[in-house]
């Protein structure tokens, strides 16, 4: 089931570790989240019709194979530890580069951590019937847990990834089989009410509308290409993973809501907080909410379990560059991994559990993600303008469509930025704050290393 072959670590750097199915495994488990889960009854709310609701996941899914096109080919010109820092260092310089680091540590990755450690725990303790008192112990024993395994080395952690990434597959897949079971007459489903649904007023504003909780649902592949140089032979097989996991994730998040749809109508999808759960319920019974309930386990603890894996080796490249604490540049001497940066990135995780702080400050800085999604997709221009002064031959994977597609992309990018600074103004702006305080981080440590 693995694809890996052995390489010898390479003095004082990252060993090769990873194939492709690993890779793959890892974008497909970067982007499937809990979102498939929850943000299809936004969207329904939002588009009010079934077509409606199906054509902005299959244009989601398209912007997000647009922005896998973009690194894929980022990823073979840099297959270097650290990913989109090293784009945007390469590219726009070193503080664009720090603050996306910076933002990563303090707040995007490690408050994703604990946001969805908390809703593992969430979820288990209710899939095994206990009380919602220990949910901080558990998730951050979960935390714990993880941190400990990819401390060990790229391997146990890619084993992981693999092990959770194919559960929560299969639990997507006992739905989609269900639901393609019901359509062919297989199996009786109680008829939908029928409600009345109408198209929006203005379908453009609403297909927008839409648009931004798809895009945060297909949002992770990029998170791979921070481990490029634990992939064996990246410029080959970091393209093919980041291809093969964004179609295979939209084929599914496709026929998870065409499910959705067929199982509880348009209406009744707008008004359901747990569409997977409710449509199971309905084909399947209770035995079917109980798999759900199992599958977002297991989807929420792969998931974790990714950003525990990639996000140090971006602070290890930040801090190589003599932008942050020394002592995170090192590596293990025996496991190769970025020990101290994710002992840092775990300490901080379990702070924020502690303080029950992180859904706030992920609400401060989502702008800021999207923010870094657009100026790496143009980092892709600036490396292109590079080739053509220096008459330079990559011979390596190109984003088809180009300056076209990557440019949808970045507007893409831009309109999420938009609407998240218009629908909440004073969240951006604690955001951009809390960016700011990067600012000074920077010139302190680069006067540090003269």
Known sequence: MTDESREAPRPHGYARRLGLFSGTMMVMGGIIGSGIFRSPQVVAQRVHTAELTLMVWLLGGAIALIGAFVYAELGGRAPRAGGQYVYLRDTFGPLPAFLYAWALLLIIATGAIAAVAVTFADYALALFGLEAGPRTILASGAIVLLSAINYAGVRPGAITQ???????????????????????????????????????????????????????????????????EEIIAPERNLPRALIIGVIGVILVYLLANYTYIATLGAAGLA??????????????????????????????????????????????????????????????????????????????????????????????????????????????????ARDRKDRAGYAGFRAPGHPVLPALFIAAALYVVVGSISSNPGNALRGAALLALGIPVFLWSRRRAG
Do not use: C
Not at 281 to 307: D, E, M, Q
Not at 322 to 332: K, S, T, V
């Open 271 to 384: 008004a359901s907080d747990a569409p997977a759960a409710d449509s199971m319920t309905r084909l399947v019974g209770s035995a079917g909410r109980t798999l759900i309930t199992a599958g977002i386990v297991v989807s929420t603890f792969g998931f974790l379990n990714l950003v525990i894996l990639v996000t140090p080796r971006v602070i290890q490249a930040m801090a190589a560059d003599g932008l942050f604490i020394p002592r995170l540049a090192q590596l293990h001497p025996t496991y190769r991994t970025p020990g101290a940066a994710i002992v840092l990135q775990g300490i901080w995780a379990l702070i924020l559990v502690q303080s029950g702080r992180y859904g706030a400050l992920l609400d401060y800085v989502v702008f800021a993600d999207w923010i870094f999604f657009g100026l790496t997709a143009a980092s892709l221009f600036v490396y292109r």
């Open 162 to 228: 693999n092990i959770f990434t194919v559960l929560k597959l299969a639990a997507l897949g006992a739905l989609i089989a269900a639901g393609i079971a019901a359509a062919a007459g297989l199996i009786e489903v109680p008829a939908v009410a029928g409600a009345t649904v109408t198209r929006p007023a203005n379908v453009v504003l609403a297909v927008g509308a839409a648009l931004v909780p798809v895009l945060f649902s297909f949002g992770g592949w990029q998170q791979t290409n921070f481990i490029a």
